[in-house]
């Protein structure tokens, strides 16, 4: 079964994250509101099970519940995952949002390493703080185990960008984590 549970508790956040890579309910409360709007997006357009408790220090702002969310859900991919073995590996998606294209390439490598080119123009969407975008998915990939490269070559609305770019993410995993043909791990090493 390719589930996990990951429980998080900090002076600053409290997170369960419960993931089955293979579908399932999609549940998010946060407590940010746009937040709420991308994760569900990315448990949705990912097809997984995915459901997502946190209650973080907003009276402070959306810097520890977004990124501390980011550790949690990458440390579930990885318990899911497990040796890395028996998937396809790579995956990549482009995604169109009216004037907007966010693309995603990923490597479930266990090797974390994030490349992020995206600028936001407004601050704000709702509470959320655009600028926090890049500490989810660095938290992620790091957490996670994984090489992801996400680019917004043009784009206008910092909703449209965001929006774009965790369906684009969430696409590249549904590829990445699906079954290979024979159980293997793809590495000439043999081993991730």
């Keep these: ?7 998080r508790n900090t002076k600053e956040t409290q997170i369960i994250v419960e993931l089955n890579l293979d579908g399932g309910e ?9 937040f709420d709007h991308m994760l569900t997006a990315f448990g949705v357009h990912g097809g997984f099970g995915l459901k ?19 550790i949690a859900l990458g440390m579930a991919f990885k318990e899911a995952l497990g040796n890395m073995g028996g998937i ?20 479930i490598s266990n090797r974390p390493f994030l490349v992020f080119k995206a600028s936001f123009e407004q601050e704000l969407c709702g509470d959320y703080e655009t600028c926090v975008t890049e500490e989810f998915f660095r938290a992620f990939a790091m957490n996670a185990c994984v090489t992801l490269h996400i680019r917004v070559p043009y784009g206008a609305n910092a909703h449209h960008e965001i929006e774009a770019i965790f369906k684009a993410v969430a696409h590249s995993m549904k590829i ?15 081993v991730l």
């Design 26 to 34: 999609v549940e998010i409360s946060t407590g940010i509101g746009f």
């Design 88 to 107: 396809v590996r790579y995956g990549s998606f482009s995604i169109p949002m009216d004037e907007v294209l966010a693309e995603c390439i990923v490597d």
């Design 52 to 70: 997502v408790n946190v209650k973080g220090d907003l009276e402070v702002d959306t810097h520890h519940t977004v990124e501390d969310t980011g």
């Design 176 to 190: 990445a984590v699906a079954k290979n043909d024979d159980g293997s791990v793809l590495s000439t090493k043999g």
């Design 1 to 7: 079964m390719r589930t996990a549970k990951i429980e």
